[in-house]
């Protein structure tokens, strides 16, 4: 049985299962009849009726993999491949919705340890079939699209165990294939947590938040992913790399760093050693208003840099203020701070952080502002498939720079957008992570599909990614570079940069079969 069929049985051509699906608000739609014109879409094509190429792989091949995996482990119905045939950006679903699967393996294996991933890299590189792994199957930036003429899905879900607690060194080895709930709950039972939570995180996996270098939304407190990471276990066509065994080492460059963000392209990570922390004792969350972006972005950098730092910090502008308003009650305007506290006695930071806001011109809403964030905080891809259904195209992008470039990179970002789109559409844009030196900025586009909705976007992308470029931020802060930022991605890097990069991978994956097309420029 394919899991992450089981996982997504209801959800084809939408984000996770019918169970979670979400309407828009009556009021929420009528302001986007109000602001785009909008057609409602054909229903989608069914699964069973999506165009799905043949498996067309050598049956020497097939036979292969099955004696590593065994015969209930390579899967090549059409059902299964399409499942793993691209990941859950807009353009993806909206593909699946057409029943286009145009990037569908020959055959999705699912080893069960690391040894059959080691021996499943060794069939494939002597067969010359590219591979693609995968985790949950959320990635946004093409991720899961290789360039490659046929390919093997790697399915890690068999891989899905807490495989040690150190509860003196506060350290737990998770396999890779273990999604984020199943994760949060191994480790309650120790009592203890990771503290990520990204908006992924129903469905992500580790081994996807480490080759992503993903970031939570509790991220001011706990951390991103990668300052979790201790120690790895990568599979590579070369052999098994473990890096990491100490808190800290002067061992020569940090290899850990190679594999983190590598998204598949220098092996297959297996399992993750990570930092854990005990079950925080209690929780608070708030909201708080400002005038403008610039006053509420000037208390975040203060927080950020100075102290007392919440666990969730999270800024939105003034039209992710009103849109997200709509329909809640809230009419204040300005722009909506969410602060939220996490650990023993929380009392003392958060009245120490209230000082520090309202001294910088913040008027709190309470408890239930915040709260009210945490309720829906996994809302939005499911808020996607409505406007899906009732016409709109919605997608986002992401970004990171420094504190003193942070306004000029919102606003050149969203003006490139608008610019693009010059039949109307609505940018909503929030400070989403927060550093001592910069922080990070979450933009929403919600527009008029048109004609080509796909290739409309690719035009408003590619505008909002020179922008971002032009403005010295980088080109992705945690969704990753997959092949949809490869271009950029190089910019950034320099060439001697690019050139050590294909180095590390001609080295790893000399038959270059790992994710082909995907990051590396």
């Not at 340890?113 to 002597?126: G, N, P, Y």
């Not at 969203?414 to 940018?427: E, F, H, N, S, T």
């Not at 048109?450 to 980088?474: F, N, Y």
Request: proline content about 7%; overall charge negative.
């Amino acid at each position: 049985m394919d899991v992450r069929g089981e996982a997504w049985s209801a959800g084809w051509a939408r984000w996770g299962t019918a169970t979670n699906a979400k309407v828009l608000p009556d009021s929420a739609a009528k302001l986007l009849a109000q602001v785009l014109d909008l057609t409602p879409p054909p229903p989608p094509v069914p699964l069973a009726e999506a165009a799905v190429p043949e498996c067309e792989l050598d049956a020497a091949v097939l036979d292969a993999l099955r004696q590593v995996v065994g015969d209930g482990h390579v899967l090549t119905a059409a059902e299964a491949r399409a499942r793993h045939a691209s990941g859950m950006s807009t353009p993806d679903l909206l593909r699946d919705r057409r029943g286009q699967v145009r990037t569908a393996p020959q055959a999705v294996v699912r080893p069960a340890d690391h040894a059959e991933v080691v021996s499943v890299l060794d069939v494939c590189s002597r067969n010359q079939v590219a591979v693609v792994p995968f985790g949950g199957g959320t990635s946004v930036v093409g991720g899961l699209t290789p360039t490659a003429p046929r390919h093997v899905t790697v399915d890690l879900g068999r891989l899905d165990a807490l495989v040690a607690v150190d509860p003196v060194s506060r350290t737990a080895v998770l396999q890779a294939g273990v999604r984020a709930p199943r994760a949060a709950d191994l480790l309650a039972e120790h009592g203890f947590t990771l503290g990520h939570v990204p908006q992924s995180y129903e469905y992500a996996t580790i081994g996807g938040f480490a080759a992503t270098r993903s970031s939570g939304q509790a991220s001011a407190g706990y951390g991103r992913f990668d300052d979790m990471v201790a120690a790895l276990t990568v599979a590579t066509p070369r052999g098994t790399v473990r890096v990491g065994r100490a808190p800290a080492s002067a061992a020569g460059p940090d290899l850990r760093q190679l594999f983190l963000g590598s998204e598949g392209t220098l092996g297959i990570i297996t399992d993750v050693t990570l930092r854990v922390r005990p079950l925080p004792a209690r929780s608070h969350y708030e909201g708080w208003r400002f005038e403008s972006f610039a006053a509420g972005l000037h208390a975040v950098r203060r927080l950020a840099q100075d102290g007392p730092r919440p666990t969730v910090l999270r800024l939105s502008d003034e039209v992710e203020t009103m849109i997200g308003a709509t329909g809640s009650g809230r009419s204040e305007g300005g722009c909506l701070l969410v602060a939220g506290y996490e650990g023993g006695d929380v009392q003392p930071t958060v009245e120490a952080a209230a000082g520090v806001l309202a001294a910088h011109g913040g008027t709190p809403l309470g408890p239930e502002a915040g709260r009210q964030w945490e309720r829906h905080r996994f809302d939005a891809p499911y808020l996607r498939d409505a406007l899906l259904d009732a016409g709109a195209f919605a997608e986002t992008l992401e970004t990171a720079a420094y504190w003193s470039a942070v306004p000029a990179v919102h606003d050149r970002v969203r003006q490139a957008i608008l610019d693009a789109l010059p039949d109307g559409a609505l940018v909503l844009a929030h400070v989403s992570h927060v550093y001592e030196t910069g922080a990070s900025l979450y933009f929403t586009v919600i527009c008029s599909p048109g004609p080509d909705p796909i290739g409309r976007w690719h035009t408003a992308k590619a505008a909002a990614s020179d922008a971002i470029a032009a403005a010295g931020a980088t080109i992705t802060h945690h969704h990753g570079v997959g092949a949809d930022h490869r271009p950029w991605y190089a910019a950034e890097i320099g060439d001697v940069a690019v050139d050590l990069l294909r180095a590390v991978k001609g080295h790893l994956d000399p038959a270059g079969i790992l994710n082909p097309g995907i990051l590396v420029p």
